[in-house]
């Protein structure tokens, strides 16, 4: 029956290359279609998280994202490519809501508002360098956050970034190197 | 932790806007060079990097960088992979079967105003389903090649198969497709001039696919 | 396209009797679908109840059932059963002229 989640018993699938999955799923498997879902769908929701800058939206574009996942596969050429081709299909729908997000919201507010500069020196006794790097990147720019994740999560080259969000690849480079020299100071802040 | 090394010193020599400043504190480079030396495991060594304490300060700070942003990543998705199923479900709940029913293929009917037809897509769940009850053997594409919509026009069926290590492929091979006929025999009525079975590659043990969720 | 006939949740449930059937999908195009929501906000049925779709036509009653059947048995028999009774009943009711029956095997097994 489709909608349901079957028992969860050991099935050579679980376990089968990414490769057979996505094939099986483009000929209409269900069962593959999940155990797909399960692989990268985590992936997939700490993607949209970090670009969103919140987990609210992260349901819906993470479902959009493998409905269309699911309608298209018939037109994924290398079985091989389905997690990139996911990552492509989660980032997109993430840029989307990001822009009608903006539609909404003054321009000047985009950016998410300035961390908490005051006492980071208290702060680090108490915060590991990993609750560190979170919360610098959910303050980084949403352009330069859109970058970092896009190159660190979804592994995407300079040269794919800069077709994702039509941008020059100079400019990415230049965001991407902006980001990390960020991230580099505020980690020493907070060491 | 008397001595003041290397890794204790704190890195500031960088500047978010001016590169030439930047350049001058680290030894002619840049901190993107750095990341893109690190990226490439510091090959082919650079002596002009590699001999730099000011590199060296930044590089530490960039594979400090790298290792909070992998335990980060891990983090975050150890706590994605520890929530409830219900989206996974919810997902499931939403896709439809019409996206993959493929073409229709007739099915008799002496009234001339049947129209009886099974989909493409119900036929090769049938035949994947033919292949999971077998043992050794994992059934990926299944592609029906011809008019399956003109009865009786003979068709051929093209199968993408993986095989587990050490089976006899051919063997394994010849059982799915009797197996696959007597399943195409029973379920519609096609002409099934052959199978072709291609055994792409060999069945990769599981650490293989479990490793892709890492990275 | 005319609106669909009130009775499909008859045609539901004799289809739903027929031996081999195991499920019974939304039949027809999107716009019939709709029609068949709009009729079951109109008279406060469910509209997932009717999703075998009955149209009348020019030429006479076109009804279509997509169903999903057991893997007992094959797709030949277990169609052709279904349209028998769809026929059967629509003999019963009023006995229409009949352009089409389409049954659909969507799924086996």
Not at chain 1, 161 to 177: D, F, K, M
Request: glycine share 6%; net charge negative.
């Amino acid at each position: 029956m489709p909608g349901t989640v079957r028992e969860q018993v050991a099935s050579p699938l679980d376990t089968a290359a990414d490769r057979m999955l996505a094939d099986r799923a483009a000929d209409g498997d269900l069962r593959a279609f999940e155990v797909l879902v399960r692989r990268y769908g985590p992936l997939m929701r700490v993607y949209a998280t970090r670009v969103l800058g919140s987990n609210d939206e992260t349901d819906d574009v993470v479902q959009e994202s493998f409905i269309t996942a699911w309608q298209q596969l018939g037109r994924l050429e290398d079985g091989n490519a389905v997690k990139s081709w996911l990552m492509r299909i989660v980032s997109r729908k993430s840029i989307d809501r990001l822009r009608v997000r903006r539609q909404h919201v003054n321009i000047d507010d985009t950016d998410a508002p300035a961390p908490e500069r005051t006492a980071p020196h208290a702060l680090a006794e108490v915060e590991s360098q990993t609750e560190a790097l979170a919360r610098v990147l959910a303050a980084l720019p949403e352009d330069q956050r859109r970058c970092w994740t896009l190159r660190e999560i979804a592994e995407y080259s300079y040269g794919d970034i800069a077709a994702e969000l039509n941008l020059p690849t100079s400019t990415v480079r230049g965001l991407l190197a902006r980001a990390r020299k960020t991230l580099l100071r505020e980690m020493e802040e907070w060491r | 932790m008397t001595e003041l090394t290397p890794a204790d010193r704190r890195f500031v020599t960088f500047d978010l806007d001016d590169t030439d400043r930047e350049e001058a504190g680290l030894n002619g480079h840049t901190i993107e060079q750095l990341s893109d030396y690190l990226d490439r495991g510091g090959l082919p060594a650079d002596p002009s990097i590699d001999d730099s304490p000011d590199c060296e300060i930044a590089l530490r700070g960039l594979e400090r960088l790298r290792r909070a942003q992998l335990s980060l990543l891990e983090r975050d998705l150890k706590r994605e992979s520890l929530r409830n199923d219900s989206w996974v479900a919810s997902v499931l709940e939403n896709i439809s079967l019409e996206a993959h029913a493929g073409r229709e293929i007739p099915l008799a009917h002496s009234s001339p105003t049947a129209r009886l037809v099974v989909t493409e897509g119900a036929v090769r769940g049938i035949l994947r389903e033919t292949g999971d009850r077998l043992e050794n053997i994992l059934v990926g594409r299944c592609v029906l090649v011809g008019d399956v919509s003109v009865p009786g026009e003979p068709i051929t069926i093209s199968v993408d198969a993986t095989v587990f290590p050490g089976q006899n492929i051919p063997a394994v091979a010849e059982q799915l497709r009797q197996a696959m006929y007597v399943a195409l025999g029973k379920y519609t009525e096609l002409v099934v001039a052959a199978i072709d079975i291609t055994v792409s590659d060999l069945y990769t043990a599981p650490d293989a696919s479990a490793h892709e969720q890492e990275r | 396209m005319s609106p669909v006939h009130p009775s499909t949740d008859e045609l539901d449930q004799v289809v739903r009797r027929v031996a081999g059937v195991n499920s019974l999908y939304p039949a027809g195009p999107l716009r019939a679908k709709v029609v068949t929501a709009t009729l079951g906000a109109l008279t406060h049925r469910l509209p997932a109840a009717s999703v075998v779709v009955r149209t009348q036509g020019a030429d006479g009653v076109r009804v279509t059932a997509k169903i999903g059947i057991t893997a007992d048995e094959s797709a030949g028999e277990v169609s052709r059963r279904v349209h028998d009774a769809i026929a059967a009943h629509l003999r019963q009711s009023g006995d229409p002229a009949v352009a089409e029956i389409t049954v659909i095997v969507a799924r086996i097994g």
